[in-house]
């Protein structure tokens, strides 16, 4: 089993910044994507970004440009700086680590994000 802790998220005005950050309780054999999915009210959950140990990352078009996903292999952890905050970015944001052998996905507890106009 994998725990995902996150910690940052909160309330910022349109134009802000916010880092997401999630660490993973272990370490996983294989190249197994992690990064952020969103929620907002009334949706379904998407990607916003994910990253691969070996760097290769995918990104939402919505945040393209915006947000930037990072990864540290030694300490098992991935970040998501998010800067010119929109409004409709606003949703609850899940760290997800992706297990492709097993095709299975570990989920944290989630975090919210509130954009204000």
């Not at 725990?3 to 950050?21: I, K, N």
């Not at 907002?40 to 990253?51: D, M, N, S």
Request: aromatic fraction near 6%.
């Amino acid at each position: 089993q994998v725990q995902l802790v996150e910690s940052g998220g909160g309330l910022v005005q349109a134009g802000g910044s916010l880092r997401l950050s999630c660490a993973a309780s272990r370490s996983m054999l294989g190249d197994n994507p992690m990064g952020w999915y969103r929620q907002a009210p009334g949706k379904q959950r998407e990607l916003v970004a994910t990253i691969t140990k070996a760097g290769s990352t995918d990104i939402a078009d919505s945040v393209k440009g915006r947000f930037t996903i990072s990864r540290d292999n030694t300490k098992n952890t991935v970040a998501l700086q998010m800067n010119s905050l929109k409004p409709e970015d606003t949703a609850v944001y899940f760290c997800n680590l992706h297990h492709r052998l097993l095709e299975y996905d570990y989920w944290g507890q989630g975090t919210q994000v509130t954009v204000s106009s």
